[in-house]
C-alpha cells in the first residue's frame, strides 16, 4: 500500500476570497501581524500496490481530471 497526501493551493495572483475572510477573522481574534492567508485543501490517499512511480502518474491523473482546477490551482504530490 502506497500513501499520499495531495495538496492543492490557488495559483498565485489569483483572488483568494475565502483566505482574505480568514485572515480577517484571524485579526478580530487578535491574532496579529498576519500578512497574509491563502486557503487550499489536502487530500489523504491510499493506493493499493508498491510501484511508487505507478502511483505517481496514478495521482497526477487524479489531479488533472478531478482533484485540482488546473486553470486557477496548483498540486504538489507527496508521497509517504
Excluded at 497526501?5 to 491574532?31: C, E, H, Y
Excluded at 501581524?33 to 489536502?42: C, Y
Amino acid at each position: 500500500m502506497i500513501k499520499a497526501r495531495v495538496t492543492v493551493t490557488l495559483k498565485n495572483g489569483v483572488l483568494d476570497p475565502q483566505g482574505k475572510a480568514i485572515g480577517g477573522a484571524l485579526s478580530g481574534l487578535g491574532f496579529n501581524g498576519l500578512r497574509s492567508v491563502r486557503q487550499g485543501k489536502v487530500f489523504d490517499i491510499e493506493l493499493e500496490g508498491s510501484d511508487r512511480t505507478a502511483a505517481e502518474s496514478e495521482l497526477k491523473a487524479m489531479c488533472d481530471k478531478l482533484l485540482a482546477n488546473t486553470v486557477i490551482e496548483d498540486y504538489s504530490i507527496a508521497l509517504l
